[in-house]
């Protein structure tokens, strides 16, 4: 009766797992012509692209997002230095200009507008807050562009929708920018799949339609969340898709 249902447990777990395993690859297929990488480009340079992180097209095929660490802090003009969007794919990368259309650093999100033909985009989610112990997948560059534009994918479930801000035991601990942030803090998605610097900014959707449930933050909200962890955990986040909803309607973009 034991080895059974052992039988009958494993057959049922493995059937789930392909199951969730070829939705993966048929979803995938469809929303990974809309993922970008984001970082700066320098013509008189080597290498001449560095991609800083990761970003999906939305709306009319010329508006990027990504997170707000993401863009370039400064740019070096003796150099003609130029935020760009790198699209393609292997070693054979085309830059698009981009510009920053608004910012909303509370939320580390960021639109940007690019130049060029419109590109294929990715849907967004509704509002509501996506069960925990759904299964999702992100993709994007997390070792950048060493290798070529070779966009990575990892899926996991959602494991708590949890406050950005964590009580931390010793007041020492607490930074300004904590303060800030304690007095209103947002809800967030903890995720069991290890995300990487290079896929903040990555978008993270429902396996089974492709749409955008959050945006992957690996560092903004990591560091907020495990400040008083001494040796920081391969827990990944993602800022809920409703946050970036409302920047996109501050500033009249459809999507």
Sequence with gaps: ???NFIVFFTAFFLLVNFSVLANLADTLEK?????VG?????PTGRPQNVIQGSGFVIGNG???ITNHHVLPKELDEEKLQVMAVFIGSGKSAKVRLAEIIDVDDYHDLAILKISGQA?????LASDSFQREGSYVGFTGFPIGSILGLYPVTHRGIISAITPMIVPVADARQISVKMLKRMRDPYMVYQLDATAYPGNSGSAMYNIDNGEVIGIINKVFVQETKEAVIEHPSGISYAIPVKYLRALLTKNKISY
């Design 1 to 3: 009766m034991y080895k």
């Design 31 to 35: 929303i990974k012509p809309a993922i």
């Design 38 to 42: 984001v970082g700066i480009h320098t």
């Design 62 to 64: 010329h508006y990027v």
């Design 119 to 123: 590109l294929p985009t990715i849907k």
